[in-house]
């Protein structure tokens, strides 16, 4: 099902045109509420809540997955580098947490906090809190001595003020029908993207006033032992990804030189269960997965210990040096008017 719906938004699959008559005024509706709220925010009526602290909004137009968290982790990393202390908020898409706020930490599995915000978390080790309201979040957080915020998604979270926001295309696909939902794949329209600090292109063709990002990928781990390899080292592989867009990581395999025996696609989030993916890992010698993936997959390992072959492919967020630096000079500028690290 899930792939029908992006045929239609993206490919423009007859299907969509069959059910415009239902899709259309549902669209319309979403795009009157989406600009009414957005309406409400700058006009200072929606009670919206002001951190003390620097709050950078890292998000889309778009439904789906664009490349989000890699940058997250990326400016995380770029902040720390820097002696701040930064903090990442969620909403935690998949995970059902017994209470709101929740504090990410070393125990915490993607059945609480989703396979985001765990990821974000291993990767960088930042504290990260994740709540459906995200101003909640946030001050979970303050008491933990975090001085900037990052928020994964939530640009259209109009309760949080912020400071900067960043807006992730995905190149290839951009904007699909430019409908909004569910006719088509916005949340908010095109033009949303001359409000915003960075627009940020994920691969493809990067268009006048965006920013170029590419995902890097690094060495395949495994899922078990750690252990690092070349991706072309490993034959007779099956990969599979539920991510947003699937299709890029069997792209990056096969620009790495790995061409599996089978691609299976799963629906961004999905939450996986062991039979269904030891079937696959049977087709092949080695099972690859991406490293969103890989943070669920990892509570297999302990139920059962004849996993072996199960890898995962690490990418990271690049960016030119003065697309960095740009990046970083307006965060440095926005956090000096709320003083410095050590102040």
């Keep these: 099902m899930a792939g029908l719906v992006e045929k239609i938004w993206f490919e423009n699959h007859p299907l969509g045109w069959i059910g415009a008559p239902l899709l259309w005024p549902l669209s319309k509706l979403f795009g009157l509420i989406a600009r009414k709220r957005r309406a409400e925010f700058l006009a200072g009526t929606n009670g919206a809540y002001k951190a003390p602290v620097p709050v950078i909004v890292v998000g889309n137009i778009t439904v789906g997955g664009n490349g989000k968290t890699p940058v997250v982790v990326w400016l995380v990393e770029q902040l720390k580098a820097k002696g701040f202390n930064p903090g990442v908020v969620s909403r935690g898409y998949g995970g059902k947490a017994e209470n709101y706020p929740f504090v990410v930490d070393e125990t915490t599995g993607t059945d609480k906090a989703g396979d985001e915000p765990v990821l974000i978390y291993q990767r960088t080790g930042a504290p990260v809190a994740i709540s459906p309201v995200r101003s909640d979040a946030v001050k979970a957080l303050l008491p933990l001595g975090v001085d900037i915020i990052i928020t994964d998604d939530g640009l259209q979270h109009y309760k949080l003020a912020r400071d900067i926001e960043f807006v992730i295309v995905d190149g290839e696909r951009r904007f699909g029908n430019e409908h909004y939902m569910p006719f088509g794949p916005l949340r908010e329209q095109t033009d949303r993207l001359s409000s915003v600090d960075f627009v940020v292109c994920n691969g493809g063709e990067t268009k006048q006033g965006e920013v170029a990002m590419t995902l890097k990928p690094s060495e395949l781990v495994n899922l ?28 990056t395999l096969k ?21 269904q993916l030891n079937a696959l890992a049977k087709r092949g010698e080695y099972l690859l997965m991406t490293e969103k993936d890989a943070v669920k997959c990892r509570a297999f390992i302990a139920q059962h210990p004849e996993i072996e072959n199960w890898w995962y492919l690490p990418v990271d967020a690049t960016f030119s040096e003065k697309d960095a630096a740009n990046i970083m000079n307006k965060i440095m500028k926005v956090k000096d008017g709320y003083g410095s690290p050590t102040a």
């Design 255 to 275: 620009e790495l030189g790995v061409v599996p025996l089978h691609c299976e696609p799963f629906a961004d989030h999905k939450a996986f269960e062991y039979e």
């Design 224 to 251: 078990k032992t750690g252990e690092r390899v070349a991706a072309k080292s490993l034959a007779s592989t099956v990969a599979f990804a539920g991510i947003g867009n699937p299709q890029r990581f069997f792209n």
